[in-house]
């Protein structure tokens, strides 16, 4: 078995061109936890694949009904693209930690009611983020423009989902 079975691939949607650092750096952490504890790592060996590729982009104003999910089998893997809501502004480093391992956590229900899985492990206690955390390889792609009529969509479509990580 691979070193890492979960592997993260976070991404922003801006229209500005910045990534929200402090909260990709959470969901990180969130995904690492996951990835480190046995109980998740038996689950998901019984999913049949390797590993899994958690995409999260993060969608700054743009928002809609999550989560937004794109799944697709690549080989031996499970390729899982999700949209992201950001926290309130303002957000704690304890509280973003939570609310980036319950994001995570629904992201895994998706997946487990899509290929019809067992019932998710406990999730691992939130530990603090940690103070020397180095910067969050992030996929940053600006928004195009939209349609006036398309305006009110407000949101990522699931073929831009899929498409953001190439």
Known sequence: MDEFW????????????????????????????LDADPRWQQWWHASGFQGC???????GRLDHLRPSADLHRVDDRLRANFTCAL???????DDLARWAAV???????????AMALAGLPPTPASSPLPDDADEV??????????PREL??????????VRDFFG
Do not use: C, N, W
């Open 6 to 33: 979960l592997r993260p691939r976070l991404g922003t949607a801006t229209r500005d061109g910045r990534a929200p650092q402090h909260y990709l750096l959470a969901l990180r952490h969130a995904v690492q936890a």
């Open 53 to 59: 590729e958690l995409g999260i982009v993060t969608e």
């Open 87 to 93: 926290p309130p502004a303002g957000t704690g480093p």
């Open 103 to 113: 994001e995570v956590r629904t992201m895994f229900e998706v997946i487990r009611e």
């Open 137 to 146: 390889q992030v996929t940053a792609k600006s928004l195009p423009s939209i």
């Open 151 to 160: 305006e009110t969509q407000g949101y990522l479509t699931l073929t831009q």
